[in-house]
């Protein structure tokens, strides 16, 4: 069983994927933003994180940044809604994502994609 942190401003996301989650009998921690997720990631371990780009406050790049400067073992899927832009996916990749998904995303190829990273 891993330990899975989503982060999405989203609760209807949040829901979708933890239920999900839960099922593939996974833990799941859950915030509402950047800052919030990161407090949650260094007071649990985490083998992976969920991310959302686009949140108030705390964005997800600036999360996924300051995660893969501090713990260089952080596996990050940054996920965006934001389809007419697809920068936001490029940088979240050399901010440290291991992979990105647009919303709505596919969610069998998500969680295919969440368990590729978690075998690693």
Known sequence: MATILIIDDEESIRNLLRE??????HRVLEARDGREGLTLYQQNKVDLVLMDILMPGTDGLEATLQLTKEYLDAKVIAMTGAQADRNFLDVAKLFGA??????????????QAVNEELAK
């Not at 291991?98 to 969680?111: H, S």
């Open 20 to 25: 999900v989650l839960e099922r593939a009998n």
């Open 98 to 111: 291991c992979r990105v998904f647009e919303k709505p995303f596919n969610l069998d190829q998500l969680i």
